[in-house]
């Protein structure tokens, strides 16, 4: 199994230019996340999806955007990057966001490192 | 404000030394607790997690966590920890999965 595929793996931007970072899960998840991950701040959520064609914002969603069209994948973009936005981008995946005593596991992907110079 | 935090940012052990790792939450309601492990290189698993009964949590390469609603703690413990250890700890709450700041652990051979 897959699980949750994370595309690219690097990316070095200019500032100002954009791109998308794409995430994919095959275990059929309702909810899908992105969390950018810094050095002494943890992970931090940006965004989630609690279904296919619906997204909400989570901690620190300002300069990104995101879209699920399809239930496996959950985009997201940098529409003019920033030095700020320099760090490493996990998406994860699970079966349930509220309730379900076992179903509120994430799994995650393996990371996409994102330099903006 | 922070609805988990960790206070230990890198705890260095020795091999077969007894590990715990801080975590404490700070809200109410439904309590989901969660331990996640990123070795050097990997992605973030989970370690164990908290949803109700029994405050001791078991879960992996004998990793152990116990609830204490009266600390709002749900430290981390591990009796003997081995060099395969290293790597970094979150700990996270809540339905929207805050995690804390993490705690990188080096253990040394």
């Known amino acids: 199994n897959a699980g949750v595929t994370q595309t690219p793996k690097f990316r070095v931007l200019k500032t100002g230019q954009s791109m998308t970072l794409l995430c994919a899960q095959d275990?059929?998840?309702?909810?899908m996340y992105w969390y950018r991950q810094d050095p002494g701040m943890g992970l931090r959520l940006i965004h989630y999806?609690?279904?296919?064609?619906?997204?909400a914002k989570g901690e620190v969603p300002d300069g990104y955007n995101v879209s699920r069209l399809k239930k496996q994948n959950f985009l997201l973009g940098l529409e003019s990057a920033a030095p700020s936005q320099t760090s490493v981008y996990f998406c994860?995946?699970?079966?349930?966001?509220?309730?379900?005593?076992?179903?509120?596991?994430?799994?995650f992907g393996a990371g996409t490192r994102l330099s903006v110079l | 404000a922070q609805s988990v935090s960790q206070h230990n940012h890198h705890v260095i052990l020795s091999e077969a030394a007894s590990l715990e790792l801080g975590c404490n939450y700070s809200?109410?309601?439904?309590?989901?607790l969660f331990w996640y492990v990123q070795y050097p290189g990997q992605h973030l698993q989970l370690l164990l997690k908290?949803?109700?009964?029994?405050?001791l949590v078991k879960g992996i390469k004998g990793f152990e966590a116990e609830f204490i609603k009266s600390k709002f703690s749900f430290n981390l413990r591990k009796p003997s920890v081995q060099w395969s250890d290293t790597a970094e700890y979150f700990c996270?709450?809540?339905?929207?999965?805050?995690f804390g700041a993490g705690t990188r652990l080096t253990v040394k051979p």
């Open positions: 994860a995946s699970s079966y349930s966001f509220l309730g379900g005593l076992a179903k509120n596991i994430q799994y």
């Open positions: 999806s609690v279904g296919e064609g619906t997204t």
């Open positions: 908290y949803f109700s009964g029994d405050p």
């Open positions: 275990m059929n998840h309702e909810y």
């Open positions: 996270a709450g809540r339905n929207d999965m805050r």
């Open positions: 809200y109410g309601g439904t309590v989901n």
